[in-house]
């Protein structure tokens, strides 16, 4: 199996990298993009990025894309985490990109593929107060009302919600004996009348957030897909939405490695470069062996995505957020560890690698939620 990549994504991963370094490359830059590191996504450098065509990776030509694969996309959202570009809206943006394009109609895909690949932001909505792993037992309602649908509920750590186009609000259209059944993915304007939308501070900044919907009114065609169909639709995306997380947090971790290897190499103690001390050493030989596992592992899953994007991959999928997230989590806390106290310092940025790392391995499928589904496909 040939892991190489073309010159071709060579020369793009090159050509992000060198953007990054010039756009975001320094912390005075990166504090300013941020607000003072409150926000996770800048409008600017976002908007900056369709311009070069690179929001659109995913998206057919038609609507404004470049019709690429899923292992472009990886590259990415690796070489931009790498970099620390603020674009924490483009995670969601892809997930709701890849419903859209499989179950979206004509006018719909027109329209938010369209805005995507211009520099809009998408963002889903699954999680409740009473229903986070167990997605099934959702409440918030839509109910049929004048050939259209009226959203009532509550809807937390919806990410992105308030900088987005639009909010992808998976509610219950039909209520029946099997939880599974009679859900629906509905698109609501981030402006609708109805829907009230509160961020929520965190660990990381502002980037999630509860969502209120009181009598919010959608018409029939902002449904995505089938009426009662939306488990299914999800179960779609979900192998997709892990394998987007897992890229994310790859080019975290390799981040997190590169400050501390160059860290080690220039602090001294003891009369020479901590670096020298086999003690620490091995960890970085074994955080390096282990990166690049990740890195294989989450090509390769791209590669199999792209090989049938229909395809259902519960195992692969949980496999590499699985892998990749909890590697992430080691790499960024093994280098806090080696920076001591500079790397609990917010002069640093490990830091702040540390906080993103620690919330990966609970977004999208916990760590056990993600082993739960590997032990199924093992049939135990």
Avoid at 166 to 191: N, Y
Avoid at 341 to 347: D, I, Q, R, V
Wanted: charge should be negative; charged fraction near 25%.
């Amino acid at each position: 199996m040939d892991f190489s990549l073309s010159d071709e994504q060579q020369d793009f991963v090159a050509a992000i990298r060198d953007f990054c370094q010039r756009e975001c490359g320094t912390a005075e830059q990166r504090e300013k993009l941020t607000n003072g590191y409150t926000e996770a996504h800048s409008k600017e450098l976002y908007v900056r990025m369709a311009e070069l065509g690179w929001l659109g990776l995913t998206i057919p030509e038609r609507h404004g894309g470049s019709d690429g694969t899923m292992l472009d996309a990886c590259l990415f959202m690796e070489e931009t985490s790498r970099g620390l570009a603020p674009i924490g809206g483009y995670a969601t943006t892809l997930i709701v990109a890849g419903a859209t394009r499989r179950f979206g109609t004509e006018e719909q895909k027109s329209d938010v593929l369209g805005g995507i690949a211009s520099g809009s932001v998408e963002a889903i909505a699954m999680t409740e107060p009473e229903a986070g792993s167990d997605v099934g037992s959702l409440t918030t309602e839509a109910k049929r009302v004048n050939g259209g649908f009226v959203l009532n509920g509550q809807k937390v750590f919806c990410s992105n919600a308030h900088i987005s186009d639009h909010v992808l609000v998976v509610a219950r259209t039909t209520k029946g004996e099997d939880k599974h059944q009679g859900l629906s993915m509905i698109f609501v304007p981030r402006d609708a009348e109805g829907m009230e939308i509160q961020p929520i501070d965190t660990m990381g900044g502002r980037e999630t957030n509860h969502l209120y919907f009181s009598d919010c009114e959608a018409p029939a065609d902002a449904v995505l897909g089938e009426v009662d169909a939306g488990w299914m639709q999800l179960m779609a995306g979900l192998n997709v939405e892990r394998l987007i997380l897992a890229a994310t947090m790859l080019g975290i971790a390799q981040r997190a490695f590169d400050d501390v290897l160059a860290y080690v190499k220039e602090r001294r103690q003891f009369g020479r470069p901590i670096g020298s001390f086999q003690a620490l050493q091995h960890r970085l030989a074994d955080l390096a062996t282990e990166l690049e596992a990740a890195r294989l592992m989450t090509w390769w899953v791209a590669s199999l995505t792209d090989e049938d994007p229909d395809r259902m991959l519960p195992r692969e999928a949980s496999m590499v957020k699985l892998h990749v997230t909890e590697i992430a989590k080691k790499v960024a806390l093994g280098g806090m560890q080696m920076m001591g106290g500079y790397g609990y310092s917010s002069e640093y940025d490990m830091e702040r690698l540390v906080r993103q790392t620690l919330v990966s391995t609970i977004y999208g499928g916990t760590s056990e939620i993600q082993r739960n589904i590997i032990a199924k496909t093992l049939g135990l």
